[in-house]
């Protein structure tokens, strides 16, 4: 063969072997970028989950309709201790006789 042959074979061999390399720390890369970013669209999904639950809380306390609901729910849980406790009350007075 003659020198010129072998020059470009040895060239195009190194520009192949180049190429090769530089594709597999690319693939690389991206499979680690892949990754990131499903964690990153996890974790954004969470705080839209939690951002939702937020905001329902908000409306809840601030539109009249959430407002007694929240109230009532508060005097109905708090008679219903009362109840509780002096129903309790009066079971321990009844077996210490």
Known sequence: METAAWVLIIFLSTALFIFIVVGIVLLVKLIGFTKEAKRVIIQGQ????????????????????????????????????????TAKTSKKGKKKS
Do not use: P, Q, S
């Open 46 to 85: 969470d705080i839209a989950e939690k951002a939702d639950d937020i905001v329902g809380n908000v409306r809840d306390m601030t539109t009249v309709g959430g407002l007694v609901k929240h109230f009532v729910n508060a005097y109905t849980e708090t008679e219903v201790e009362k109840e509780a406790k």
